[in-house]
């Protein structure tokens, strides 16, 4: 089954719908970090919840990052999404494991719940918009709904959910929705959207027999359920050693001579896929002149 990333209304297009099945994308994350089981689970929900929040990016730079601080055993939460669906991430202690808790994986103990998080959006040609909310419990997807309740005046349905085998730690499903009446919505829907509420927690089930867009429709039966957008998301890296020369430049030219100088190189690490890219001294003085050009 591959992943979709899906956005539709319901009820006359009162509201908005946002929803992703996300076990290739988890299981990436998994492979590339090493993730523990409750990792995979922590990452995965920010991965998952990121790339909903992604398709409202529309020009090809534009960029949004979430960056949770909860003060958890796993430490801080990186993720960044490009337009596409394109997300990439990774978290401080991917090894962290922690007991079960009620036969459950503690994401909340992993993440914690008492620090911020922090949402930037870098949208082309604008200054970036920053959004800061306090982490309320550690689970992500009341984290997220608590954000955009505070930072955003948006009252949100948030669920993102996973199932992981507890032995081989393998990803077995994923998936997330993202329900948000419009400001005008009559209450009476709003009644019938918080009565859906329970029903979301078994996507993962459901998603183990079909695919995200066969499950729609009959999840919302009776909500006048379309379909409006339907693509595959990717967890992706997109660094390069072009990108890289960039993040050297802004360093600037002293630091860059006495990299060339002492170290006769320069070695780098990139947190989201783990790729590493070496810079030899040739390739430094290389970038020194273009710096010294353009004064
Ligand atoms: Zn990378």
Not at 24 to 51: K, P, Y
Not at 276 to 294: A, G, N, P, T
Request: hydrophobic residues 35%; negative net charge; aromatic residues 6%.
């Amino acid at each position: 089954m591959k992943d979709q990333l899906i956005k539709g209304m319901l009820f006359q297009n009162t509201v908005n719908v946002c929803a992703i099945s996300g076990a290739d994308m988890l299981s990436c994350a998994r492979d590339t970090h090493e993730l523990s089981r409750v990792c995979t689970a922590a990452l995965g929900r920010t991965i998952m919840q990121v790339a909903m929040m992604s398709l409202g990016l529309k020009n090809e730079k534009d960029r949004l990052s979430c960056v949770l601080k909860g003060g958890g055993e796993a430490g801080n939460i990186v993720c960044t999404a490009r337009p596409g669906g394109y997300v990439k991430g990774y978290l401080d202690n991917p090894k962290t494991e922690i007991a079960l808790y009620a036969d459950k994986l503690d994401v909340a103990m992993a993440v914690g719940w008492f620090g911020e998080m922090t949402v930037i959006r870098d949208l082309s040609m604008k200054e970036p918009y920053i959004g800061k909310t306090k982490i309320v419990s550690g689970e992500i997807a009341e984290d997220f709904a608590n954000y955009y309740m505070q930072s955003e005046q948006q009252p949100t349905l948030i669920y993102l959910g996973e199932r992981i085998d507890t032995e081989t730690g393998e990803v077995l499903s994923a998936g997330g929705l993202m329900i948000a009446p419009l400001p005008n919505c009559p209450t009476d829907i709003i009644e019938k959207l918080e009565a859906l509420a329970p029903a979301t927690s078994s996507l993962p089930d459901l998603l183990k027999e079909k695919e995200l867009s066969e499950i729609l429709p009959n999840f919302f039966a009776g909500c006048d359920f379309v379909q409006t957008d339907c693509i595959t998301p990717h967890y992706a890296c997109d660094c390069s050693k072009e990108r890289l020369c960039e993040v050297l430049s802004t360093l600037g030219v002293k630091e860059l001579r006495s990299m060339a100088d002492e170290d006769h190189g320069a070695h780098m690490h990139c947190h989201f896929c783990n790729k590493e890219y070496d810079f030899s001294e040739q390739e430094l003085r290389d970038i020194i002149c273009v710096l010294e050009d353009s004064h």
